[in-house]
């Protein structure tokens, strides 16, 4: 079967950094996604990896390795605002997402 | 980034009763919707595919006579939950996928909260 694994919360401190990682297994890969979700509201596109290696996208940063499944999230600077769940989806041989359970990140002050 | 929308934001309606959801693309053709649910503290879970043209798909344990999924146009579908139920509440996003060549986006609208009372 598929299967995305992520940790159910996580707790940092503002302007720290924290690691966000997600293993998978799925049928085919095309791609992997990370989401924002604010609570209440729909999940906002962070960042895209289909090939190995890190991709930095200002505060973000996600990296992927294909060949151990593993994807993280890395989130630097932290501001309170960046309070959410963030949800890693891989996309598979027939293009759909298949998703993880979120992660929920406190940022304390 | 594309942009998708939908209406209403919030619905409240009561047992027995039928709600339509819409969902457009507002800047691009989306080929492919997909309708999500989330229940409070769970993930996504996805409900049904549509390609426009043709009948929804619909993944496991959805039942399709109760979810009547409608893709009449590249730029809009329609999910009308029938005879709602007070466990049909939940939040309700929908995604449309417009393609890309060799880049397949998924685009999210902001979320319909349903509340059947």
């Known amino acids: 079967g598929q299967n995305i694994d992520q940790p159910t919360e996580m707790t940092a401190t503002e302007g720290a950094i924290v690691q966000i990682n997600c293993t998978y297994q799925?049928?085919?890969?095309?791609?992997l996604f990370w989401y924002q979700q604010h609570a209440g509201e729909a999940p906002t596109f962070l960042s895209y990896?289909?090939l190995d290696g890190l991709e930095e996208k200002g505060r973000f940063s996600s990296f992927l390795s294909r060949s151990k499944g593993y994807s993280y999230l890395l989130l630097k600077e932290l501001q309170m605002k960046d309070s959410a769940s963030y949800l890693c989806?891989?996309?598979?041989?027939?293009?759909?997402?298949?998703w993880g359970a979120g992660t929920k990140l406190i940022i304390k002050p | 980034g594309a942009v998708v929308s939908q209406h209403p934001s919030r619905v409240i309606c009561k047992s027995g009763t039928s709600v339509k959801i819409e969902c457009r693309s507002l800047?691009?053709?989306?080929?492919?919707m997909f309708w999500y649910r989330q229940f409070p503290k769970q993930s996504l879970m996805l409900m049904a595919t549509?390609?426009?043209?043709?009948?929804?798909?619909?993944e496991q344990g959805v039942e399709k006579d109760k979810f009547l999924i409608n893709h009449a146009s590249l730029t809009l579908s329609t999910l009308t939950v029938t005879s709602a139920h007070p466990e049909d509440s939940s939040f309700y996003i929908c995604?449309?996928?417009?393609?890309?060549?060799?880049?397949?986006?998924?685009?999210f609208g902001p979320g319909t909260r349903l509340t059947v009372t």
């Open positions: 990896n289909v």
């Open positions: 989806a891989v996309r598979d041989s027939n293009y759909q997402l298949i």
């Open positions: 800047d691009f053709q989306a080929t492919t």
């Open positions: 995604s449309a996928r417009g393609d890309k060549e060799g880049y397949y986006e998924q685009y």
């Open positions: 549509s390609n426009e043209g043709s009948k929804a798909t619909y």
């Open positions: 799925t049928s085919g890969f095309n791609g």
